[in-house]
């Protein structure tokens, strides 16, 4: 039994990573709107927040009525409750990476979780 997984990501416009990695602790998505497009619908959570990575491009994300610019390297989150929406510039595509954790969940991080051999 190995303890990874691996998968590699085509040019889609969406992959979730919960199938292809079974992962048990987030969600990963990575996203691709092309210019001009936007996320068909707002959405919030119940419980778990969000945590945007730009990979490349530009576009705004509308987070409860506030206009939000983004650019490749900018990275941002979103609490459970907030109204949210995301949408590529009419000039270039937006790609983004999303991960989607339980908020408050995190008990230990780097090299408090680490163990060191």
């Excluded at 691996?6 to 990575?30: N, Q």
């Excluded at 979103?78 to 408050?104: G, H, M, T, W």
Aim: aromatic fraction near 8%.
């Amino acid at each position: 039994m190995n303890n990874f997984t691996k998968t590699s990501i085509a040019e889609e416009a969406r992959v979730e990573l919960h199938d292809r990695l079974a992962l048990t602790g987030a969600e990963i998505s990575v996203n691709a709107l092309p210019a001009g497009a936007s996320v068909p619908f707002v959405h919030a959570h119940k419980q778990n927040e969000e945590i945007y990575g730009i990979l490349g491009g530009e576009g705004v994300a509308v987070i409860d009525g506030e206009r939000v610019s983004l650019k490749a390297g900018d990275w941002l989150k979103i609490a459970p409750a907030a109204k949210r929406q995301f949408f590529a510039s009419d000039r270039a595509e937006l790609r983004y990476l999303c991960i989607q954790v339980k908020e408050n969940s995190l008990e230990g991080f780097t090299m408090t979780d680490a163990v060191v051999y």
